[in-house]
């Protein structure tokens, strides 16, 4: 017999000897061990799975050929959400506790989540393709422009919670980038839209906007209201007895307010007294000698307000009426009156062009929306593929990407 058959009829015998010597525990310790082994394995393949998944790059969209990762959006993201964190709460306020902005349906059954998510992407899709045309044109940010991206930059980065940058990854280097992109982009958008052919005088007659409709009235003024909350929250008249006292207490004022120079230094502190700084902002900090302050526990109270024709009346009719034929500057001779409270009124402007300006702006400013949607769709077509990838996009659920 040869050595070969010999070492193999060896191997044989001493496997059968060793089967034979082998216990029902060390079989039981063998099979534990290969199980054990087994999960170990597995164990180690899923921490893998979840690793991989939390960790790398999730590429979201590509603009020909080029790569936009999530990472990359984490600016535009923490953004939109901080505007969804902030209506999220007023709506809690409104609705309960238990109720979510983000949940809630607005638009064709979309929640208001995914209405930020997709206007965020089309938003960050849209400046990639402006960006590459900025570039392509040879658009460059200028000293000044850098410095506000700086600016810019330090201050979103300061007001992020340890959270928040945990969370994002958000870092200085990507915000600034962020900043730099949009600016160019952004500037390149407004010269394009510069050059469409819209008719802006067409388009406010068309819209009906006319100086006289929307002539606004800037006034200042003291008041004591002929109202009070109730222990519900609700507001009541008040009796004709403590109509009588307000008006007297105005009345009593009315000289120190009408010559004053200032005519915001009456009231200190005036948004604790119920200052409303609705419409322009004609407040200025006290000079010194200002002139005569309020007696201490005064119920007078000081606000601004901006109207026009159109909107709900600030006063009683007969009242609107004898404030708009004020001049600019003027006071009116006494304490006046209406249901709702006593007044020493000023007229600030009686003819400012400002709502006017901004409905004539709102119009042509969506015009030049509409039209910029529909040349860059265009453009897109004719010049750029991009290419989203649904999968990744899919696993991203605004109101929990960059804040809790």
Known sequence: MNSAKRVSNQTIKNNDKKSKNTTPAQSAGKKNLIIFSVLGALLLLVISMVLWENLHPRLIFTVNGDKVYLSDMMT???MSESTGDYMDNLYKQNYGASSSYWDAEGNDGMTYGEILKDSTLEASMQREMMYKEAVEAGYTLSDEENATCEENTTSLYDQLSGSVKNKS???KKKILEYYQKK????RYKADWIDTFDINDEALIAEAGITKEDYRQYDIQYYYIPYTEMDEQGNETPVSDE????????LEDSYSDIAGLNDFTTYIDNGAEQGQNTEGTDNTAAPTENAGPKAPEGTNIKYTTKSFIEKDEPVFSAELTAQVKAMENGAVTGGVVEDEKGCYIIKMVENNSTERYDSECESVITDKENEEF???IDDLEVE???IELNDKEWDKVTFGRVTIN
């Open 183 to 186: 600016t160019l982009a952004d």
């Open 242 to 249: 403590k109509k009588a006292e307000s008006l007297s207490e």
């Open 169 to 171: 990854g958000l870092n």
């Open 76 to 78: 535009d993201i923490y």
């Open 373 to 375: 949607q529909t040349k």
């Open 383 to 385: 010049k750029y593929l």
